[in-house]
């Protein structure tokens, strides 16, 4: 079995920065792209960013310039820096990852997400 957990959300005030974490547990061969998504309250999920398992990062235009993907891959974890918050960044914030098991099947696995609030 395979998991994601995430930490690293809690209450900021509109500016400032916080940083998600996500770490891949389990029975892992490897681990392709790996992504952020969030959702806010009656709000379909967005996508916020990918990268590769080579460091290649995309970005959706709502957050491009003020969030920060990366990852380490000796520890299968990512990494979401966000700064310059503000309050329509309020949502659940979920990590997602591509994972090859170590019983060669193909997953797409979920965190179970974690609240970022940006409020004064």
């Known amino acids: 079995q395979v998991q994601l957990l995430e930490s690293g959300g809690g209450l900021v005030q509109p500016g400032g920065s916080l940083r998600l974490s996500c770490a891949a547990s389990?029975?892992?061969?490897?681990?392709?792209?790996m992504g952020w998504y969030r959702q806010a309250p009656g709000k379909e999920r967005e996508l916020l960013a990918t990268?590769?398992?080579?460091?290649?990062?995309n970005y959706a235009g709502s957050v491009k310039g003020r969030f920060t993907i990366s990852r380490d891959n000796a520890k299968n974890t990512v990494y979401l820096q966000m700064n310059s918050l503000k309050p329509e960044d309020t949502a659940v914030y979920y990590c997602?990852?591509?994972?090859?098991?170590?019983?060669?099947?193909?997953?797409?696995?979920w965190g179970q997400g974690t609240q970022v609030t940006v409020s004064s």
């Open positions: 997602n990852a591509e994972i090859t098991s170590k019983s060669m099947r193909a997953l797409t696995v």
């Open positions: 389990g029975s892992i061969f490897s681990i392709n792209a």
């Open positions: 990268i590769t398992s080579g460091g290649s990062a």
